[in-house]
């Protein structure tokens, strides 16, 4: 594991007791997932924060489960727009620029 900041470890801390708070068991992909979301400019690997999220969960004796819901920050996929791209039709041995051109044969 990588070390992460002091600053994302108090926010997984916090993640971790806010989970506590509820009384349902400690759900480590989706606070792990979040806190990824929320601190994106920390460019932490997301196994990374999976790993101090379930030290926290463990030292607190709580049941744990590892579900990634639909609700969770990343389980939506991005749906980018389709692209469109147009491709010029370039025919025969004699093409130039992307043109078409008509090829002539030799009289014999």
């Keep these: 594991m990588h070390s992460l900041s002091p600053l994302l470890m108090e926010r997984i801390s916090s ?3 806010v989970a506590l708070r509820t009384g349902d068991p400690i759900n480590v992909i989706q606070i792990a997932e979040r806190v990824l979301f929320e601190n ?3 460019n932490v690997a997301l196994e990374d924060i999976e790993s101090a999220v379930l030290d926290r969960a ?8 590892f579900e990634s819901t639909a609700s969770s920050a990343l389980a939506t ?3 980018a727009k389709p ?3 147009s491709i010029p039709i370039i025919e025969g041995p004699h093409c130039h620029r992307g043109g078409r051109t008509k090829v002539q044969s030799k009289a014999r």
């Design 40 to 42: 994106a400019s920390e």
């Design 77 to 79: 996929p991005y749906r």
């Design 83 to 85: 692209l469109r791209i």
């Design 58 to 65: 463990q030292a607190t004796g709580r049941p744990i489960i």
């Design 15 to 17: 993640a971790v007791a």
